[in-house]
């Protein structure tokens, strides 16, 4: 699919306007000025781009940014974009981004947005990933998530 350098997307019942931002990998990143998730858009075409926050861009550093797109990864390759929300697909994600830019970076990412949870439900379900995080071994590798990565068909920036 074509898109512009603007582009409107409706998250929780709000329309939303993001500009692009950069290609990482070959995957077209896109700011949300108005939104403080980090999110992946998947079109029935099976194109894709990545939605950053930038309140996030302006708090991480490179690595956990990264980390973050590598879990976003996850999300498109295997379609949960298109799913209702489950905590098993954020699991997954954090062992992809795990192998993708280490364990360390996933936890301390995750310790960062566990500070800043709006809520206590939001915390609780942090805590989950890092304990799941911390307890599980990894079951993808460098070249697994390469072979994602290199799976997924980016969006065409007009």
Known sequence: ???????????????????YYRSWNGIPVYLAND??????????????????????????????ITNRLW????HLYYGDVLKPWDIRFEFRADIVA??????????KRLTMVKKIAMNPAK?????????????????YSKPSVLKMINSLHPVTVL
């Not at 980090?38 to 490179?62: N, P, R, V």
């Not at 879990?71 to 996850?74: G, R």
């Not at 993708?100 to 970076?105: E, F, H, I, K, L």
């Not at 915390?123 to 079951?139: Q, S």
């Open 1 to 19: 699919m074509d898109v512009g350098k603007m582009v409107y997307f409706q998250h929780n019942g709000t329309i939303r306007l993001c500009r």
């Open 35 to 64: 939104d403080t998730d980090t999110m992946s858009a998947l079109y029935q075409d099976g194109t894709s781009f990545i939605i950053l926050s930038c309140d996030l861009l302006k708090m991480w550093h490179e690595a956990f």
């Open 71 to 74: 879990h976003e990864v996850s």
């Open 98 to 107: 795990s192998a993708a830019t280490g364990r360390d970076v996933s936890l």
């Open 123 to 139: 915390a609780a379900v942090v805590d989950k990933r890092i304990e799941y995080l911390r307890t599980t071994p990894y079951t």
